[in-house]
């Protein structure tokens, strides 16, 4: 029993399973959050939700983006000294980026009110100012916890946030009934909470923001030049299909409709998410000792690992693809929409062959960010997001078709992989056939480690 015990606890503080379990948790509540959601608002009003969240994961991608990869790759080799500077830095930047951010929004919604709602933004520019100020700590605390490697403390943020949100919604959807804007409103309530636990644990960072300095500044915003736009562009091959879509004829209708297979696709990139968390300390630190063989063998082992997992993923959701809209968006989104002619459950099986492609694509830009070459990812990001614009727009105004803009996503997945195997294959001289084979070992390996913990 002492044993069982003792193996118990060392997976449990076991870095990939943290960091596993977090993003699991917060997946679930959004998969969960979003399923409620779905069934508590017509199409329409339910798009509109979508669009709020959609344009405020793109708009954090820049406010973040900024100096996320940067702090957590230089954090992971400092010195104590140098650390409290390099998170006073990222604090003043965040603080910074958020007031232009708000400022700009609130000038917009001003100005364009009319155009702003008609488009369906209005919830976005009215309460997402708001939004981005509160939840500045609870993200801050984020990156400096996931540089730190404390993916306990992660979790427990996590578990605040999302839990925290997803019990609003049950409550709401069994009793309270509340419109979009009061829901957003409780949504902007959840994250002060989930900041206020993080300055007061004194996770956040803020109290070293006096400790900034220009060059540590300076050093991030070098770095951050760079992976800002990576992040934007990145965001922007999720969130241009919406977009677009939502520009289109079709509508926010067909926004709501396309949302369900793009939910389903977060929700597969759980582990892929997961180990990327945990790679990049890594793959980091072992580059900035010069430890080119590591950064390598990382790559490879995790390359490999989440790839297998993709294989199993992709299949059970092409074969089960009904079931799973059901779950999550039910009964209205199955078969063809009459209005649209849109149907999810196809989009969802073309959405499950793109998945078999996103582990190469994300640890190749994690590779080329870690050995300091975020130029290199960028303009790998950028011809995805090129090609996935164009196609977009063919899909949506030639064809109509929202299962070609899924085949887009396809289609711009495979440009970046050959991109991302280019570039560091320039640096790290990386063979295509020990991916898989690392993949394999890092398994027979996990196997063995359990077998002995067990025995």
């Keep these: ?44 009003l339910f798009g509109q939700y979508v669009l709020f969240i959609s344009s405020g994961t793109f708009i954090e991608m820049f406010r973040f983006g900024i100096t996320n990869t940067a702090i957590i790759r230089y954090l992971s080799g400092a010195g104590e000294s140098e650390r409290l500077k390099y998170i006073g830095s990222n604090v003043l930047i965040g603080l910074i980026a958020t007031v232009f951010i708000g400022v700009t929004l609130l000038v917009s919604y001003f100005f364009f009110a009319d155009s ?8 976005f520019f009215t309460w997402y100012p708001l939004l981005a100020f509160l939840n500045l700590p609870f993200n801050t605390a984020l990156v400096i916890l996931q540089a730190d490697q404390m993916f306990g403390k992660i979790l427990i943020i996590r578990l605040i946030n999302s839990g925290g949100f997803f019990l609003v919604l049950a409550v709401n959807f069994i009793f309270l009934k509340m419109n979009l804007h009061e829901l957003v409103i409780a949504m902007i309530m959840v994250n002060a909470f989930a900041s206020a636990i993080c300055i007061i644990l004194g996770w956040d960072g803020l109290r070293y923001l006096m400790k900034a300095t220009k060059d540590t500044t300076r050093t991030l915003l070098d770095f951050g030049k760079y992976t800002t736009f990576t992040l934007i562009g990145t965001n922007l091959l999720r969130s241009a299909d919406t977009l677009i879509i939502s520009l289109s004829p079709m509508g926010p209708a067909a926004v709501a409709l396309y949302s369900i297979p793009m939910k389903l696709t977060e929700f597969q990139q759980i582990p892929l998410r997961s180990f990327a968390a945990t790679a990049f300390p890594k793959m980091s630190r072992a580059s900035i000792q010069g430890k080119i063989d590591e950064v390598r063998s990382i790559f490879y082992t995790y390359s490999g690992a989440i790839t297998y997992i993709f294989i199993i993923i992709s299949l059970v959701t092409f074969v089960f693809a009904d079931f799973f809209v059901l779950i999550l968006g039910g009964s209205q989104y199955l078969g063809t929409d009459p209005v649209t002619g849109v149907n999810t459950v196809s989009i969802v099986r073309v959405f499950s ?12 830009g994690v590779g080329l960010d870690s050995i300091n070459k975020p130029g290199k990812n960028l303009i790998k990001v950028s011809f995805m997001v090129i090609a996935n614009v164009i196609g977009d727009l063919i899909a949506v105004f030639l064809f109509k078709s929202l299962i070609a803009v899924a085949i887009a996503s396809v289609i711009f997945t495979i440009i970046g992989v050959l991109i ?26 996990s196997y063995k480690r359990l077998i002995q913990l067990i025995s």
């Design 420 to 445: 991302g195997f280019y570039f560091l294959n320039e640096d790290l001289k990386i063979s295509h056939t020990k991916i898989f084979s690392f993949g394999i070992e890092f398994y027979k390996n």
């Design 116 to 123: 702003i709602e008609k488009a369906g933004y209005g919830l």
């Design 353 to 364: 062959l793109y998945g078999l492609l996103l582990p190469i694509d994300r640890m190749t």
């Design 1 to 44: 029993m002492q044993s069982v015990r003792s193996t118990f606890k060392k997976i449990i503080h076991e870095d990939n399973f943290l960091s596993l379990a977090g993003n699991l948790s917060i997946s679930f509540f959004g998969f969960a959050g979003f399923a409620l959601l779905a069934r508590s608002f017509p199409v329409d």
